[in-house]
T-cell receptor, first 111, second 114 residues
């Protein structure tokens, strides 16, 4: 069964705007990760946040985690056309090395 | 530069053919994974392996088998390909050391079964 579910399914913004994507999950986790996929390519790891962390930054990315609500958000600030991609959250299954991926948010950034 | 490679970017096969998808990683990772990705369904785990000659079923193993004879190589086998196995197949690897289970993905193989 799907652990992570992203929201919205699709997001269209202009360059320079911020993009926010959300992820909800159902069971306890050790960490939550965000990945990016350019059209027709493999996924690339963006950022990992551990269950005891509330917020993490990496460049223009900001991730928050609320374990009480079982949700996370990914914020991309000052978006660029090159940020156009699908974004997936992934949660680990406690005690295992496997990840469960959501269905993704398709982000379109127009120049 | 770490790398996961897959044997083909695009593959077209006939129904009933035996299909081999190969994945190689150069990071000395213990864990390797095979996923399939379909529109509206996201990534689904087919099989994974946490060591040479070890394999575990994922969420959708039916119709697939795997082989891991060497640490760096993980093969996905479709014994008798069917049209419902037309999909994008993604291989990934990760380290079992420490708590960071970040996965590194290959570029994917888009398989079409006619």
């Amino acid at each position: 069964s799907q652990q992570g579910e992203e929201d919205p399914q699709a997001l269209s913004i202009q360059e320079g705007e911020n993009a926010t994507m959300n992820c909800s999950y159902k069971t306890s986790i050790n960490n939550l990760q965000w990945y990016r996929q350019n059209s027709g390519r493999g996924l690339v790891h963006l950022i990992l946040i551990r269950s005891n962390e509330r917020e993490k930054h990496s460049g223009r990315l900001r991730v928050t985690l609320d374990t009480s609500k079982k949700s996370s958000s990914l914020l991309i600030t000052a978006s660029r056309a090159a940020d156009t991609a699908s974004y997936f959250c992934a949660t680990d299954r406690s005690g295992y090395s496997t990840l469960t991926f959501g269905k993704g948010t398709m982000l379109l950034v127009s120049p | 530069d770490v790398k996961v490679t897959q044997s083909s970017r695009y593959l077209v096969k006939r129904t009933g053919e035996k299909v081999f998808l190969e994945c190689v990683q150069d990071m000395d990772h213990e864990n390797m994974f095979w996923y399939r990705q379909d529109p509206g369904l996201g990534l689904r785990l087919i099989y994974f392996s946490y060591d040479v000659k070890m394999k575990e079923k994922g969420d959708i193993p039916e119709g697939y088998s795997v082989s891991r004879e060497k640490k760096e190589r993980f093969s996905l086998i479709l014994e008798s390909a069917s049209t419902n196995q037309t999909s994008m197949y993604l291989c990934a690897s990760s380290s079992r050391q420490g708590w960071n289970n970040e996965q590194f993905f290959g570029p994917g193989t888009r398989l079409t079964v006619l």
